[in-house]
Structure formats: structure tokens, C-alpha cells
């Protein structure tokens, strides 16, 4: 997870390189669909899931959104849900269904970063200067020599973080963000949440000025975000949500447990 000068902590190759399993894919696809429909118009930058989600709690989720570059809220995601990933899931099925849609997503997001940062909001080579300048903080807490993955999660649960805020590096402020979601004590409000975070994400990021780029690769057969930018641009969206996302006056707080059952009553069709 970021501690090498590699690539391998994204665990996600061009289509060419690795033979993906289409059908694992069945939950991020899903997942994606149904936040599209929740959100009912452009694409927020994340405040819609982390508010509606966890409405109420002590945690301000919200600082994870409001840092200097996106590029710099998708790394602390990634390696948020890299740290929770180190912990065995339980065998609940929509646990198992929520773990698989926020994992795709967040390596899909990371490779995004680091293979194809024309696709993302910021300047491509903005992009690449905060994921080189994460790459190296990670490289100074943890080394550039590799580690059996039972030592590295040693050496990442282990780290000692700094108290002020302000001293926190983007890979620090992934870490803490780990940290705290590790503290929700059922993993299915956990795993549902990342999720959702991350389904929200990709929208976000999907709308893009960048037409000829992405045209280039639907020649080729497309990426997943070239195929939702097509999507979303026939269905009108061509924009991002300029700001924080609000509630309407009629959202209630009985709209979370509709959807997961929503959710349920899905997972009960997916073909484990």
C-alpha cells in the first residue's frame, strides 16, 4: 500500500495486461446505478454519502472532502479502505457484496490517479505531483524496501501520527481515516458506507471536458469511466455539483434504512 515506488498497492492492470472477472464486477456496477438514481442530479464530490450515512455522528467525516486538490481526497480514501481491507470481513452477504464494490472501485480510482489522470477534475500534471509527493511520504514512514504483507500491516498499525492537523501529510490523513472507520463496530454499516463513498466518487469524477480522450478510448473498447461519461453526457449530465451537498426539505432520516433494504433484497439475487 504505497510504500513502494511501484504501482502494485492499486492491484489493478489494463484489461490487457490481467483477465478481470466480469461477474465480481456485478456489485460495483449496481452499486454505481443506484447511486445515480439516489443522487438525482450532477454528481457530488462525496458530502451526499458521508452525510446522509452516518447523519449525526461524532466524526466530522466531511474534512476528507475539503482538502487541497481531489486528487489528494481519492489517495486518502484509497489508503483508508487499504487499512480496512487488512481486516477479515465477516461471511454476511451483504458485507461480502459492499466489501467487493468499495475495493473495485477504490483500486479503479487509484489506478485512474496513476495510469489515466487526464480522466480526473484537476490538470493531469497536478495529478501526477500530489500521487509522486504521496508515494514518497508513504516511502518515508515505511521504507522503499518490500515487506511481507503481514509485516506491513505491523509497521502501518504501528504508526505513530502527529497531534496537530496541519502536520498530517495526505498518507497520515489516510491512515487516521482508516482508523476511525475501523472504529464502527459492524462491519456492514462499515463496508456500506466506503461503498456508497466511492460509488459517488467515480460519478463525480466522471463528467469531463476531455471528449476527445475519451472517445479515443471508447475506439478501443473504453474504460469504465469512459462508458459512465457517455452515460451520463446522453442522460444530460455534463456537470459536477459546484459545492457541498445539502439535504432537500423533504429528505428524512428514514431514507438510510430504505436503502439498505433496497440493498438486501439485491444482494439476495447475486450469485455467490
Avoid at 94 to 109: D, G, I, M, N, Q
Avoid at 253 to 261: D, L, N, S, V
Wanted: aromatic content about 8%; charged content about 30%; proline content about 6%.
Amino acid at each position: 500500500m504505497l510504500s513502494q515506488p511501484s504501482y502494485e498497492f492499486i492491484k489493478h492492470l489494463p484489461v490487457e495486461e490481467e483477465e478481470v472477472d466480469i461477474k465480481k464486477l456485478d456489485s460495483m456496477r449496481e452499486l454505481v446505478a443506484d447511486t445515480l438514481q439516489a443522487i438525482d442530479g450532477p454528481p457530488t464530490n462525496g458530502s451526499r454519502s458521508l452525510k446522509i450515512n452516518l447523519d449525526g455522528a461524532d466524526y466530522d467525516w466531511l474534512w476528507t472532502c475539503k482538502q487541497e486538490t481531489h486528487t489528494d481526497t481519492i489517495l486518502i480514501w484509497h489508503i483508508a479502505t487499504c487499512y480496512c481491507d487488512m481486516t477479515p470481513i465477516s461471511d454476511d452477504l451483504l458485507v461480502k457484496w459492499h466489501h467487493e464494490a468499495a475495493t473495485a472501485l477504490s483500486r479503479y480510482c487509484a489506478y485512474l490517479v496513476a495510469f489515466l489522470p487526464e480522466f480526473l477534475p484537476e490538470h493531469s500534471l497536478t495529478t501526477k505531483q500530489v500521487f509522486q509527493r504521496v508515494l514518497e511520504e508513504a516511502q518515508q514512514e515505511l521504507g522503499t524496501k518490500p515487506m511481507k504483507d503481514e509485516e506491513k500491516r505491523t509497521k502501518i498499525r504501528g504508526l505513530q501520527l502527529p497531534h496537530q492537523r496541519e502536520q498530517l501529510t495526505t498518507f497520515h490523513k489516510g491512515v487516521e481515516l482508516g482508523r476511525q472507520l475501523e472504529m464502527i463496530d459492524d462491519d456492514k454499516v462499515r463496508w456500506r458506507f466506503i461503498a456508497e463513498f466511492w460509488a459517488e466518487t467515480i460519478l463525480y469524477v466522471a463528467p469531463s471536458d476531455n471528449a476527445e480522450a475519451h472517445i479515443e478510448h471508447l475506439a478501443k473498447g473504453g474504460e469504465f469511466i469512459t462508458h459512465l461519461w457517455a452515460m451520463l453526457s446522453n442522460a444530460g449530465i455534463l456537470k459536477r455539483a459546484a459545492g457541498e451537498w445539502h439535504p432537500p426539505a423533504s429528505t428524512t432520516k428514514k431514507e438510510p434504512p430504505k436503502k439498505i433494504e433496497k440493498t438486501k433484497a439485491r444482494t439476495r439475487e447475486c450469485p455467490f
